[in-house]
């Protein structure tokens, strides 16, 4: 899991998850609960948009890279 998820991300997403749970526990089932879980699943939706903006980027350099191998190639 740590190749996907840097520390940061991990760090935040138990953070978010334990203040979540304690708002649960604290609060119960009432309209504040829904608050608290809008939040969570912000930080959720961060989360996952910066996984796949990680992802992309190594994509793109692996294209690049190629893309480099063939321009060397045609150079020499």
Do not use: P, Q, W
């Amino acid at each position: 899991m740590s190749e996907h998820f840097d520390k940061g991300s991990l760090m935040i997403i138990s953070i978010t998850f334990i203040c979540f749970a304690i708002a649960l526990f604290a609060k119960g089932f009432t309209h504040d609960l829904l608050l608290e879980m809008g939040v969570f699943l912000v930080s959720v939706k961060l989360i996952v948009m910066a996984y796949k903006n990680s992802m992309a980027s190594k994509e793109i350099s692996k294209e690049l890279g190629a893309i480099k191998k063939i321009l060397e190639k045609s150079r020499g």
